[in-house]
């Protein structure tokens, strides 16, 4: 009957909405997950060529981010050890 056809389409247009919202809310999470390190990281980077060596990213996550935020505290360890010769 047409009531039933209207109540189906209700149900389907209702799990869309929740499925669009969920989606959604995993998409902000998982986005954030990823650009939270690589702010932290290019905020190290600004303090360090400011000349703060005391800088340290820390190394969570995993993949491509973690070895970033690893890369970037060799570099400062790095540049430390290059300064203490210099001294």
């Known amino acids: 009957t047409s009531a039933d056809i209207t109540w189906v389409g209700n149900v389907v247009i209702a799990f869309t909405a ?17 650009t ?3 702010e932290e990281a290019e905020a190290a980077l600004r303090r360090i060529a400011a000349g703060n060596l005391d800088v340290r990213v ?11 935020a690893e890369s970037v505290n060799r570099l400062v360890q790095a540049l430390r050890d290059s300064e203490e010769q210099r001294s």
Request: proline content about 6%; glycine content about 10%.
């Open 36 to 38: 939270r390190p690589i």
């Open 58 to 68: 820390p190394e969570s996550g995993s993949g491509e981010v973690r070895q970033l």
């Open 18 to 34: 929740a499925a669009l919202f969920v989606h959604f809310w995993f998409a902000m999470f998982v986005g954030r997950s990823v």
